[in-house]
């Protein structure tokens, strides 16, 4: 019965034993659900997405079967009854986009099976006590997107007993909750956080907390136009989103989270001047590659493949335009060009590559691994030689780039590949190198528009 639009009304009981799965959503006209009578301990799945049901009988708790409630988009929903706290399988409930639901039941921790709770872009400013015995709770959405922030200044509350039950807790989304710098001290105790979305908030200052978070990788503290330096952030850290003012603090401190392999920046508020080419025919991203390359890249890129130490680096700029200083560019869908004479030497530490290519819109990948919408992929890069011996394989690396943007926009991906990461996957020796005689890069799933690539020698 999915988009039915003009189904107005259901009958005013139901009792359907063999029902597995129920789908209304789409239909916008339906106000009222059903009393329920009697057994559907079958349904395991209500779908009622973009109806204009605007409250629940309390005997929707005997659908005690069900182990998705989907009610995204209801606009009208003002409040769950109590009696939701029975569905004792309930795993997935989806409420985001509910815009009139300011509360939660109290009882809602009676979920003991939940796991994914989607409650974004409501009216909720505060959570129920009973929230931290959700203890198989693993996702934990409350993001407010900027419509919706502007609606309300309100802060939403967060308190520290809450969140000390949620011991799985992996991806927690407050995103645009108009939080302030000590708010976010009632995270200290998600040690088991991977996952962590501050963006668009009023930070100052971070207090010193995320070091603690021991299993942190990926944490997104974009649009935090108050936020005057990067936090203290724990060894575990993979992935940064970040502010681009905060650019040359981001790569200086590099070195000190050996597992950091992925800085994706922002320009929303970023001087713009800075982003025009001066006198001496330099940019932002100019300012920033070479910042990056002048450090002994041994110190910042650690040569082990050991899973504690990132074995590639990757940046990804607003920009539109590649460096002049590499060497190595072309305009085309992927790069591909011949090596100087002899250019491996005991100077040599890797490639650094710049692809201009269009990324964005919060495109979620379904090898990503995250909840939240970020846009990943590949830069593949390829030593080839030109007289196809067979006894020497194709060495190939690959390099991840992503970004949080919300709305497409061409940026510039940065990667640097040390070369001894690459011979450690293949196998390959130093004294094989030279006989290699091609370079090829290319970038998965998306159109580049110019390629840049550049060897880096130790005394450059």
């Known amino acids: ?48 997405a973009r109806t204009a ?60 099976q939940l796991e994914e709770l989607y409650a974004g872009n409501t009216a909720i400013w505060k959570l129920p006590d009973s ?7 693993k996702i934990l959405s409350l993001r407010k997107g900027r419509k919706v922030k502007r609606q309300s200044a309100r802060s939403l509350i967060l308190v520290p007993w809450v969140f000390h039950g949620l011991r799985e807790l992996k991806s927690l989304n ?56 990067l936090p203290k952030l724990p060894p575990s850290i993979e992935e940064l989103y970040v502010e681009d003012f905060l650019a040359k603090e981001c790569i200086a ?25 001066d006198s001496n025919g330099s940019s932002f991203s100019d300012e920033i590659l070479s910042l990056l390359l002048s450090n002994n890249m041994d110190d910042v890129i650690h040569p082990s493949l050991n899973y504690d130490h990132r074995v590639t680096c990757s940046i990804v700029f607003p920009e539109r335009a590649i460096p002049m200083w590499f060497k190595h560019q072309i305009v085309d869908e992927k790069i591909l060009f011949k090596l100087p004479i002899n250019w491996y030497n005991d100077k040599f530490k890797g490639f650094a590559i710049c692809c201009v290519t269009l990324m964005g819109a919060g495109v979620c990948r379904a090898d990503a ?17 030109s007289d196809h011996l067979k006894d020497l394989r194709v060495i190939e690396k690959e390099c991840k780039v992503g970004t949080a943007s919300r709305t497409y926009g061409w940026c510039v991906c ?47």
């Open 1 to 48: 019965m999915e988009n039915c639009n003009n189904l107005k009304c259901l009958p005013r009981n139901i009792q359907m034993e063999s029902l597995e799965g129920f789908n209304l959503s789409g239909c916008e006209k339906l106000e009222n659900f059903p009393e329920i009578r009697g057994n559907m301990e079958l349904l395991s799945e209500l779908l009622l």
């Open 53 to 112: 049901i605007w409250e629940f009988s309390s005997s929707i708790g005997q659908l005690s079967g069900i182990s998705l409630l989907d009610l995204r988009s209801c606009e009208n929903l003002v409040r769950l009854p109590a009696s939701v706290s029975e569905m004792g399988k309930l795993k997935i409930l989806i409420l985001k986009g509910c815009l009139r639901l300011a509360i939660l039941p109290e009882n809602l921790g009676d979920l003991n």
């Open 131 to 137: 929230i931290g015995n959700l203890s198989k709770l």
């Open 174 to 229: 407050l995103s645009g909750c108009n939080l302030c710098d000590n708010q976010v001290a009632a995270l200290q105790n998600l040690t088991s956080l991977l996952e962590l979305n501050l963006s668009r908030n009023e930070f100052i200052y971070l207090p010193n907390i995320f070091s603690q978070l021991s299993h942190l990788r990926y944490l997104n503290i974009t649009h935090c136009q108050k936020l005057k330096e």
């Open 253 to 277: 401190k590099l070195r000190m989270y050996p597992r950091l392999n992925l800085v994706s920046f922002t320009n929303y508020s970023f001087d713009q001047q800075s982003y025009t080419e």
């Open 369 to 385: 691994m995250l909840s939240e919408k970020y846009d990943y992929t590949f830069i593949k890069a390829k030593l080839l030689c």
């Open 414 to 460: 940065f990667a640097y590949i040390p070369l001894y990461s690459s011979l450690q996957v293949s196998g390959t020796y130093g004294g094989d190198i030279n006989r290699y005689s091609l370079f090829e890069a290319s970038i998965h799933g998306c159109i580049a528009r110019q390629w840049g690539v550049h060897l880096i020698y130790e005394d450059e």
